[in-house]
């Protein structure tokens, strides 16, 4: 406690400050963990409300009500998402040819693997049998989970076309709202809003153009060495890309080991791998930096914490909602005098040799 100018100022120590922030932290991660099914539908919804408004917009200047304009818009978008679907769709059913293939190469590798292990060990580990009946009994419960969280999913997936209307209806009132809300800044909130939509429309934009050069380098590579599906194979991994570090090892896995169960060659998974590192290393140093540009760009051990922080709140829709919501807070920081150190901890970092 301290007197000045005969006013009482009473200063917290340091562990009771300590102790109101991990306070507070926690409050938000549990209100947002019990809060998913309305943040994450409207989260989702408002991202593509923002990558659609300027045709919304262009419609609107062509005397189209702001209703039917955002009709318009919503539909726009759905036709690009369903086309999505009935490729992959129609990808997929070409591996039901090739279920009988993977199981039965499959089943030689393990029981190879078995005939290398069985001399060194006591046990008989038995005949290889794969057999789907089997499995779906046995992992019934596991099954029955999931198919009851893809259906909460998919009813929540009809929630979000509401909101992506609504939200392109009352874009200028519910900016109004939050201008209106700081008397004070209203201009440095003006400003804050716009660029915010800016950055989001940048990184989608440049997400999208990203996934589209890799689709064809990764389909290009796959149908070159003779890869079966390549088309499939690509466009998937290169859609993987959204979620960084993460999705692209996954996307790579996938045609690594359908080459290595479809093929009598070492070599061609090897290429496959070899091809795909290759890529990787183009769309890290030299497509995202120049198409999606660094005013968006994360440094490296925030995406990975953002990654980590969204799976572990949310699950898979965390990692991929986390990274544009890490790029709007990178915004707010750096328009923000007492947070821009934390906007300067979000960016991109210089590496430079030697020790400071």
């Known amino acids: 406690m301290e007197q000045q100018d005969n006013t009482v ?21 549990y209100g947002m963990i019990a809060a ?9 919804a408002l991202i593509f409300a923002i990558l659609l408004s300027p045709l919304c917009r262009k419609l609107e200047s062509w005397k189209i009500p702001r209703v039917i304009a955002a009709i318009l818009s919503l539909l726009t978008g759905l036709l690009i998402f369903l086309a999505v679907i009935l490729f992959f769709y129609s990808q997929m059913s070409g591996f039901v040819e090739d279920v009988d293939q993977i199981q039965g190469r499959l089943g030689e590798i393990v029981n190879d693997a078995k005939g290398v292990i069985e001399p060194y060990i006591d046990t008989d580990i038995g005949e290889f049998e794969l057999n789907p009946v089997v499995l ?4 019934f419960d596991s099954l029955s989970k999931g198919i009851a969280s893809a259906a909460t999913t998919l009813t929540l997936a009809f929630i979000i076309p509401v909101y992506i209307v609504l939200l392109l209806m009352f874009r200028s009132f519910l900016k109004d709202f939050v201008i209106k809300s700081f008397v004070n800044e209203q201009e440095r909130v003006k400003r804050l809003i716009n660029k915010i939509k800016l950055v989001v429309q940048h990184y989608l934009l440049g997400m999208l153009k990203v996934i589209a050069i890799l689709a064809v380098l990764n389909s290009v590579l796959l149908l070159a060495l003779g890869v079966k599906h390549a088309i499939f194979f690509g466009v998937f991994a290169a859609m993987l890309n959204v979620i960084p570090f993460v999705g692209p090892l996954i996307g790579s896995i996938l045609p690594i080991m359908y080459a290595l169960l479809t093929t009598d060659s070492l070599w061609i998974p090897f290429f496959v791998l070899l091809g795909f590192y290759i890529i990787q290393l183009f769309e890290s140093n030299l497509f995202t930096p120049s198409i999606v540009g660094s005013q968006v760009s994360l440094n490296p051990l925030i995406t990975l914490l953002a990654i980590f922080i969204g799976a572990q709140i949310w699950g898979l829709v965390g990692m991929i ?22 906007g300067f901890l979000l960016g991109k970092a210089e590496t430079q040799s030697g020790a400071k």
């Not at 909602?321 to 934390?342: H, M, N, Q, R, W």
């Open 36 to 44: 998913k099914a309305i943040l994450v539908p409207f989260l989702f």
């Open 321 to 342: 909602l986390f990274i544009p919501a890490g790029a709007v807070l990178k915004v707010i920081f750096d328009e923000t005098d007492s947070l821009k150190p934390l």
């Open 9 to 29: 100022v009473y200063i917290l120590p340091w562990y009771v400050k300590t102790a109101a922030v991990l306070l507070m932290i926690t409050l938000i991660i």
């Open 136 to 139: 779906i009994r046995e992992n």
